[in-house]
């Protein structure tokens, strides 16, 4: 597995990618952003599975290195920081980032993280394969509408920008309103990981979902145990089959 890792201090680096290497993992340094875009480019060799973004570069800062990765490639990025707040965890997330560890990390956490967003990207990975299970249907959930095939969302007709995993974590919810999902359950599901460090994440998206529709009672927490998609007033969640366009 290649790996981009994105770090301006040498020593940080040296360290990180001995560690990696005894792991498997062949590592491209790259000290600043704009050298980790021109190595993102298609013809500089064989693609990268991951890319390990630190947000302090001499350059530019690292949230303007992730949009600008997004508008050049689909490849993973984990943002590696010592910025711990969650506005900071939720804008990352926001301009595309799959996963955000803060520093000081275990390494173990940082393997495993690694492995799971490189999974989840795999062709044929756990994705591909629920869109083409739930091709053609819709969820309706009172104002929301969750449309499944093309990974749309929209609130009172107005369409909602969600990430990938805004987009996993919120369709999982809605296929079964009013059902307590635990926390391990939905790890499971969307991160396709049993890590125990993932479930910062997971409240990190979860704030995210409820900021961008608006609608901070959609997803209730139930204390201990997990989520549940709560059905708008508006009316009662129903799954549909799409249309054929006339």
Request: aromatic share 4%; proline share 5%.
């Amino acid at each position: 597995m290649r790996l981009l890792l994105v770090e301006d201090d040498d020593h940080v680096a040296a360290a990180l990618s001995a560690v990696l290497a005894k792991h498997g993992l062949a590592v491209v340094h790259a000290r600043n952003g704009e050298d980790a875009l021109k190595a993102l480019l298609p013809d500089h060799g064989e693609p990268f599975a991951v890319v390990l973004l630190d947000l302090g570069l001499p350059d530019q800062d690292g949230f303007e290195v992730c949009g600008r990765i997004r508008k050049l490639c689909a490849t993973p990025v984990i943002m590696v920081t010592a910025r711990s707040d969650v506005r900071s965890r939720i804008h990352g997330l926001n301009l595309g980032a799959d996963d955000y560890v803060v520093k000081p990390y275990d390494t173990g956490e940082l393997l495993a993280r690694i492995h799971a967003v490189s999974r989840r990207n795999a062709p044929g990975g756990g994705e591909q394969a629920a869109e083409e299970s739930t091709a053609g249907e819709a969820l309706r959930l009172g104002a929301v509408t969750v449309e499944l095939s093309t990974r749309q969302v929209a609130v009172d007709g107005a369409a909602v920008p969600l990430t990938r995993k805004e987009f996993d974590l919120l369709a999982l919810l809605a296929q079964r309103p009013g059902v307590v999902f635990r926390r391990e359950q939905i790890i499971s599901e969307v991160w396709r990981t049993s890590w125990e460090g993932t479930g910062r994440t997971l409240e990190v998206h979860i704030a995210s979902l409820r900021a961008k529709l608006r609608m901070p009672a959609l997803i209730e927490t139930v204390r201990g145990v997990g989520y549940r998609l709560v059905v708008p007033a508006a009316g009662p969640g129903v799954r549909t089959s799409a249309a054929p366009a006339s």
